[in-house]
């Protein structure tokens, strides 16, 4: 399974752009690259997942290089309510689909 | 739709209880998983069971045991408690992973084991 590195912390000021990246260096052909937002005492909620280029939703973009050795989770316009913990997941696509690997998070303090 | 539901919220034993953890999902999903979250710490998958009828071990199984009732349910069971077991528990669910779908969380359960 590839492993992730993340900042462990960020800190941002409301109105604007804030890009978070994930190292994933052994990241495996055939594998997806997923985000997870969390909040104090909520279980993880999904973000954004994507496979190559750009993938763009409501909420945020994904970015991804040609090598997919890494990945930048963009928020466009944070907001107080952005504050919480980011994850970079890579979903293995076969074999051990249920073993993903959280680890610490990237913790994005949004200030006023 | 409630998603994935979990009961109790709040849960405090003394070393050697035993206690479940009960999990439900209504999104008629095959994947169902059961994560710890210490302190300052990602999530760690415990077990999972990728459909009904099988489980499979994570990374943190031992003091635990799971059991998929159906394809709602699926339940955690410590039998005899730790302090080492002092953790927030979440259940997720989902379509399978293999196909890139997203897992989906319950609330959680805060459990103190004293």
């Known amino acids: 399974l590839a492993k992730t590195t993340q900042p462990i912390s960020m800190d941002s000021y409301e109105g604007q752009e804030v890009n978070i990246t994930c190292s994933h260096n052994?990241?495996?052909?055939?594998?997806?690259i997923t985000w997870y937002q969390q909040f104090p005492s909520q279980g993880p909620r999904f973000i954004i997942q994507?496979?190559?280029t750009k993938v763009t939703n409501e909420v945020a973009s994904l970015f991804i290089p040609a090598d997919r050795k890494s990945s930048t989770l963009s928020l466009p316009r944070v907001s107080l309510s952005d504050t919480a913990v980011y994850y970079c997941?890579?979903?293995?696509?076969?074999?051990?689909?249920?073993?993903?690997?959280f680890g610490q998070g990237t913790t994005l303090q949004v200030k006023p | 739709n409630a998603g994935v539901t979990q009961t109790p919220k709040f849960q405090v034993l003394k070393t050697g209880q035993s206690m479940t953890l009960q999990c439900a999902q209504d999104?008629?999903?095959?994947?169902m998983y059961w994560y710890r979250q210490d302190p300052g710490m990602g999530l760690r998958l415990i077990y999972y069971?990728?459909?009904?009828?099988?489980?499979d071990k994570g990374e943190v199984p031992n003091g635990y045991n799971v059991s998929r009732l159906n394809k709602r349910e699926f339940s955690l069971r410590l039998e005899s408690a730790a302090p080492s077991q002092t953790s927030v528990y979440f259940c997720?669910?989902?379509?399978?992973?293999?196909?890139?779908?997203?897992?989906?969380f319950g609330p959680g359960t805060r459990l103190t084991v004293l």
């Open positions: 052994n990241i495996a052909t055939n594998d997806y």
């Open positions: 069971s990728a459909s009904e009828g099988t489980t």
């Open positions: 997941l890579v979903v293995p696509i076969s074999g051990n689909t249920g073993k993903l690997i």
């Open positions: 994507g496979y190559k």
């Open positions: 997720a669910s989902s379509e399978l992973l293999a196909q890139g779908n997203e897992q989906f």
């Open positions: 999104m008629n999903h095959n994947s």
